[in-house]
């Protein structure tokens, strides 16, 4: 149980454009989700948390303009990375907390910015 | 904010010693203190937690101690095995429910 479903599991695109990430809780609801991204060879760094049906809280540093969040149902939060430059190549995971369990993690997507 | 500081950053053993991984977490008000070991490129997966009740957790070869007074928890992994070999992250919450990562530990096991 507790399983979140993360799509793509890997994207190449060009600069310039946006890219969408999904995650998908497919056995409970979840009114929160976490989103993280991990450089290579780092830790997994909080950027943003999203609440369903209500406005996105970000991290210090993360650009709220640049990583889109939205969480528009129990089950479902995106992330769209827009306007993407190489640096913003990186792997983003997300989590949501189940109570009494701890957390789950999707299972990752692999940006590139070419 | 929670600040979770890991050490060491690599640690290499002989395959059948023992391995010991320390974090330590600034907000007093945390109270669940998982271990994550990670693949490249695939999520972190569980493999131990501790919750603020307790002070000690064995599964098997891993175990986990929190000492609340001085705010840090260890994983202890024995006997260790070439499979063990891999990136461990501790991770404490920014309460009520971020979940923020030590900066990892990178552990290989040498036959």
């Known amino acids: 149980g507790a399983v979140v479903s993360q799509h793509p599991s890997w994207v190449i695109c060009k600069s310039g454009t946006s890219v969408k990430i999904e995650c998908r809780s497919l056995?409970?609801?979840?009114?929160?989700m976490f989103w993280y991204r991990q450089f290579p060879k780092q830790s997994l760094m909080l950027m943003a948390t999203?609440?369903?049906?209500?406005?996105?809280?970000?991290e210090q540093g993360v650009e709220k303009d640049k990583f889109l969040i939205n969480h528009a149902s129990l089950t479902l939060s995106t992330l769209t990375v827009t306007s993407a430059h190489p640096e913003d190549s990186s792997f983003y995971i997300c989590?949501?907390?189940?109570?009494?369990?701890?957390?789950?993690f999707g299972s990752g997507t692999r940006l590139t910015v070419v | 904010g929670e600040n979770v500081e890991q050490h060491p950053s690599t640690l290499s053993v002989q395959e059948g010693d023992s391995a010991v991984i320390k974090c330590t977490y600034s907000?007093?008000?945390?109270?669940?203190f998982p271990w994550y070991k990670q693949e490249l490129g695939k999520r972190p997966q569980l493999i131990i937690d501790?919750?603020?009740?307790?002070g000690e957790k064995k599964d098997q070869r891993i175990a986990v101690t929190l000492n609340k007074t001085a705010k840090h928890f260890s994983l202890h992994i024995t006997e260790t095995q070439p499979e063990d070999s891999a990136v461990y992250f501790c991770?404490?919450?920014?309460?009520?429910?971020?979940?923020?990562f030590g900066t990892g530990t990178r552990l290989q096991v040498f036959p």
């Open positions: 056995d409970f609801q979840a009114t929160t």
């Open positions: 501790i919750r603020s009740n307790v």
């Open positions: 999203s609440n369903e049906g209500s406005k996105a809280t970000y």
């Open positions: 991770a404490a919450p920014k309460v009520p429910d971020k979940l923020i």
């Open positions: 989590s949501a907390e189940i109570r009494t369990y701890g957390y789950t």
């Open positions: 907000d007093s008000a945390s109270n669940y």
